[in-house]
Nanobody
């Protein structure tokens, strides 16, 4: 059974950094593309970063408003996908979700809260 579990959220001041991690079980994560989404209160869920499949990390893509601040990466030895978030802003406050389409099923993690104080 495939599971995605996020960790690393928390409270940080504006300008600070956090690193989120998404650990996959029940599958070899490097075989599949993965994405980080976020959802702020009262707003729609939006994609912030994506990484393609591939043993060497794959290609990446970012939402315009996080480019240059967020970095998505893989650690294939740990079967994880991470999101390094730097220069955080109050508007980055949201629940962050890991997502991957694996074996015909769209999997989501439970989410991790990121709160950026001004």
């Amino acid at each position: 059974q495939v599971q995605l579990v996020e960790s690393g959220g928390g409270l940080v001041q504006a300008g600070g950094s956090l690193r989120l991690s998404c650990a996959a079980s029940g599958t070899i994560f490097s075989r599949y593309a993965a994405r980080w989404y976020r959802q702020a209160p009262g707003k729609q869920r939006e994609m912030v970063a994506g990484i393609s499949s591939g043993g060497s990390g794959g290609s990446t893509s970012y939402a315009e408003h996080v480019k240059g601040r967020f970095t998505i990466s893989r650690d294939n030895a740990k079967n994880t996908v991470s999101l390094q978030m730097n220069s955080l802003k109050p508007e980055d406050t949201a629940v962050y979700y890991c997502n991957s389409f694996i074996g015909g099923t769209d999997y989501w993690g439970q989410g991790t809260q990121v709160t950026v104080s001004s």
